[in-house]
């Protein structure tokens, strides 16, 4: 069974930078089953789709966020990173990683899921 765990700060201050951990048991990172991606679900609002970071280390980010927006992986702690900058109190949301199936066939299928994590942008 895949496992995704979300980490990192609950507050995070305007113009600083979100930084966040998905921790992934039951699977390697480096499988080519499985691209890893970032969600995000604002207050009221429906699931944001923030960018996916694949087995090859390529990445593809919301056209949005893009120069804000950096994806990485830590292979030997079996890790997915993200880095949001800049950010503003529209940034609050509850944070997920998902696995992604169908990554180089499509369409992209989100398997399993973290629990999510809350962050608020606020001074």
């Known amino acids: 069974q895949v496992q995704l765990q979300e980490s990192g700060p609950g507050l995070v201050k305007p113009s600083q930078t979100l930084s966040l951990i998905c921790t992934v048991s039951?699977?390697?990172?480096?499988?080519?089953?499985?691209?890893w991606s970032w969600i995000r679900q604002p207050p009221g609002q429906g699931l944001e789709w923030l960018g996916v970071?694949?087995?090859?280390?390529?990445?593809y980010t919301r056209p949005s966020l893009k120069s804000r927006i950096s994806m990485s992986r830590n292979t030997s702690k079996n890790h997915i990173s993200l880095q949001l900058r800049s950010v503003t109190p529209e940034d609050t949301a509850v944070y997920y990683c998902?696995?992604?199936?169908?990554?180089?066939?499509?369409?992209?299928?989100?398997?399993?899921w973290g629990q999510g994590t809350q962050v608020t942008v606020s001074s």
């Open positions: 970071i694949g087995y090859d280390e390529s990445t």
């Open positions: 998902a696995s992604v199936a169908k990554y180089r066939t499509g369409p992209y299928e989100f398997e399993y």
């Open positions: 039951g699977q390697s990172i480096t499988t080519t089953h499985y691209a």
